[in-house]
C-alpha cells in the first residue's frame, strides 16, 4: 500500500482538470503554435491561452494582467525579485532586510548579494514564529532598497503580519518583496490592500505542475528591477525564452480552480488537522510549532519529546510527512527555522510537518495520529527508565538526544568474568540501534576485560554507518565501559 501523502507544504498532487487540459496542449488540440509567432493563427491562439492563463493568475492575487511575469517557479521569483532589484537600485545604496526563517530561495541570493557588498540586516522571529513590524522598521536605513519577508513559512506555516511590514516600508518609500509560494491559493492575498510590492508565487504549491511559477512586479517598481537573463525580451523583457505553454496553461487553470476552492479547501484540512491533533490529545510531551492563530490552513509542526528523529521517520513508512527538522545535509544540524524560533535541538531534530491538502479523507487524519501515537509510545519504551529485570546488573550511560544518541547500556557478568548478558536502553537512530543489537549478541562470553571488543570506527565500517554517526558510536562505546567496569565491582 502506498503512503498516505501528507506532504503538500513541499507539493501538491495535480488537479484533474489541469491535467486534462495541459494533456490537451500536449496532444496539440490548445496552444500548438509559439506563442510570440504573430503572424499565423497557431500562435495566436497560443499567445491567447496564455493571456488568459495570466489573467487567472493575476486573479488569484488581485493584481492585473500585464503586472504577472511567469518564471519557472518561486526559486526563480525570488531570485528575480532579490538580484533584479538588486540592480536595479545598486547605485542608490546596498542594504537589504530579510529574515534568518526564509526559504532559501530567498537566503542563498541574499548571501550572494551580501558577498558582493551589501549588507543585509537579518531578523530574528519572537517565540511564536512572527516578526514584530516594529523590528523592520528599526532596521530600515537611508540606504536600504528592499526588505524581503515571506507571507508564510514553509516548515511551521506561521503566518506574517505582512499588511503591517508593507505600511512601514511604505511610509519610508522602500520597497518589499514578500515569498508567498505557501499562502498562494491557501489564504486570500490581494497585492493592492497588503501593500507589497513584489511577490512570488509558485503553480505546484496550488495543485498545478512543477515548473512553473510567478512574480508579481507592482508598477511602482517596474522601472527599478532589471531581468537576470537575456535573450529576447519576453515577458516585457524580464524573462526571456519561449513561454512554457502547456506549464502556464496548467497555471492558470489552477489558479483559477484554487479561487473557486479555497475556502472549501481551508475548511476541509483545517478539519483533518484539528481530528489529527485531537488524535494526539492524550500523547505527553508535544510542543505544537504552528501558530494558534497566525496560521496556514492544515499544516501542523509539532516537536516530539524524548524520541530521536530518524527513528521516528523510519517507524512511519506509512505516511509521507516532512521531517520538519529537515536536516541540512551540509551541515548535519536540525532546521535553522525552528532553531531561529528558539526550539532547542534535541527537540528540532524530532519534529514532523504534516500538512493536509485537498484530497486527503477523515481517514488519512485519523490513521496518522494513530500511527503516530503507536510510534512515539513504541520508541519513548525503548528508553523507558529502570534496569532488566534480575540482580547484578551494572549500568552506564552516555550521550543525549541532542547528540542524537542517548544510550544506557546494562552488563551481568559470570562467576569467571565473563560477560553473561547486555541490554540497552537508548534512543537513538536505526543505524546505531544495528549496532547495539548486533553488540547485544557479540558481547555473551567475552572477558570483561579491555579490548572486550573493537571499537566505533570497526563498528562503523561493520554496520555500514556513515562518517557522522562515528560521534552516536563513541557514546555507545563509552556507555559499554561504564557498564561492564560498574559490573565487575563488588
Ligand atoms: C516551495 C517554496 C519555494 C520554492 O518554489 P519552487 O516553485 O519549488 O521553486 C519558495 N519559497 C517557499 C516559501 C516555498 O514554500
Not at 261 to 266: F, G, K, N, T
Request: aromatic share 4%; with cysteine; net charge neutral.
Amino acid at each position: 500500500m502506498k503512503p498516505i501523502f501528507l506532504d503538500h507544504a513541499s507539493t501538491t498532487p495535480i488537479d484533474p482538470a489541469v491535467a486534462e487540459v495541459m494533456s490537451e496542449v500536449l496532444r496539440g488540440e490548445l496552444g500548438l503554435g509559439n506563442p510570440s509567432s504573430s503572424t499565423h493563427a497557431y500562435g495566436r491562439d497560443a499567445a491567447a491561452a496564455i493571456e488568459a492563463a495570466r489573467a487567472d493568475v493575476a486573479a488569484l492575487i488581485g493584481a492585473r494582467v500585464d503586472e504577472i511575469v511567469f518564471t519557472s517557479g518561486a526559486t526563480e521569483s525570488d531570485n528575480l525579485a532579490l538580484l533584479g532589484v538588486a540592480r536595479g537600485r545598486a547605485d542608490r545604496g546596498r542594504h537589504l532586510v530579510t529574515a534568518r526563517t526564509e526559504h532559501k530561495a530567498v537566503l542563498d541570493p541574499v548571501k550572494q548579494l551580501e558577498k558582493r557588498g551589501w549588507q543585509v540586516s537579518w531578523l530574528t522571529p519572537d517565540r511564536d514564529g512572527r516578526i514584530d513590524p516594529a523590528a523592520v522598521d528599526a532596521a530600515l536605513r537611508p540606504d536600504t532598497q528592499l526588505v524581503s519577508i515571506m507571507h508564510a513559512n514553509n516548515e511551521t506555516g506561521v503566518v506574517q503580519d505582512i499588511a503591517a511590514i508593507a505600511a512601514t516600508c511604505r511610509a519610508r518609500d522602500i520597497f518589499l518583496h514578500c515569498d508567498a509560494a505557501q499562502s498562494a491559493g491557501r489564504l486570500s492575498i490581494n497585492v493592492d490592500s497588503i501593500g507589497v510590492d513584489l511577490l512570488s508565487i509558485s503553480a505546484h504549491k496550488l495543485y498545478g505542475p512543477k515548473g512553473i511559477g510567478a512574480l508579481w512586479v507592482s508598477p511602482r517598481v517596474r522601472p527599478w528591477i532589471e531581468p537576470l537573463m537575456w535573450g529576447g525580451g519576453h515577458e516585457r523583457g524580464l524573462r526571456p525564452g519561449t513561454l512554457a505553454t502547456h506549464q502556464i496553461i496548467g497555471f492558470g487553470r489552477a489558479a483559477s480552480r484554487v479561487r473557486e476552492q479555497r475556502e472549501s479547501d481551508a475548511r476541509h484540512v483545517e478539519a483533518l488537522a484539528s481530528r489529527f491533533r485531537s488524535g494526539l490529545a492524550d500523547l505527553e510531551g508535544l510542543r505544537w510549532n504552528d501558530h494558534p492563530v497566525h496560521r496556514l490552513p492544515g499544516l501542523v509542526s509539532l516537536s516530539i519529546e524524548g524520541v530521536e528523529g530518524e527513528s521516528l521517520m523510519a517507524a512511519l513508512p506509512a505516511i509521507a510527512v516532512s521531517s520538519g527538522a529537515a536536516c541540512d545535509s551540509a551541515t548535519g544540524e536540525p532546521s535553522y527555522v525552528l532553531r531561529a524560533q528558539g526550539v532547542p535541538t534535541e527537540l528540532a531534530q524530532s519534529t514532523l510537518r504534516v500538512a493536509f491538502g485537498r484530497f486527503n479523507t477523515d481517514d488519512d487524519a485519523t490513521r496518522a495520529a494513530a500511527l503516530l501515537r503507536e510510534s512515539v509510545v513504541m520508541l519513548r519504551a525503548r528508553d523507558a527508565p529502570g534496569s532488566p529485570t534480575g540482580e547484578g546488573w551494572g549500568m552506564g550511560e552516555a550521550g543525549s538526544l541532542r547528540e542524537g544518541a542517548r544510550i544506557r547500556c546494562f552488563v551481568r557478568l559470570d562467576a569467571a568474568q565473563r560477560i553473561s548478558a547486555v541490554e540497552f536502553r537508548a534512543a537513538t537512530c536505526p543505524g546505531v540501534w544495528a549496532v547495539l543489537d548486533g553488540l547485544r549478541r557479540e558481547l555473551v562470553g567475552r572477558p570483561a576485560v579491555a579490548p572486550t571488543v573493537d571499537g566505533p570506527r570497526d563498528w562503523a565500517h561493520r554496520f555500514n554507518l556513515p562518517t557522522e554517526k562515528l560521534g552516536r558510536l563513541f557514546r555507545v562505546e563509552e556507555a559499554l565501559g561504564a557498564a561492564i567496569k560498574a559490573a565487575g565491582e563488588p
